[in-house]
């Protein structure tokens, strides 16, 4: 990605690794390419691109993304 465009937010997603069952539906929905696989086979959000915009929290089958605002 060229731009940076995580500025741009006032939220952002935050993982409950305890709930996540690392099905990826947040990174096939996320609008912006922001999410990524980590360690463990983990999703999470480049908060360089990461918009804000709660998508991915939304559509997680088991809640464990909350979106909390920026600091």
């Known amino acids: 990605m060229e731009y940076r465009t995580g500025d741009w937010r006032s939220m952002r997603p935050v993982w409950d ?24 086979d983990y ?6 691109y990461c918009k804000g915009c709660g998508i991915c929290a939304r559509e997680c089958i088991t809640g464990a993304i909350k979106m909390v605002e920026e600091e």
């Open 17 to 40: 690794k305890n709930r996540c069952v690392k099905c990826g539906v947040c990174f096939i929905f996320c609008p912006d390419a922001a999410i990524h696989k980590v360690e463990d």
């Open 43 to 48: 999703f999470e959000a480049d908060l360089f």
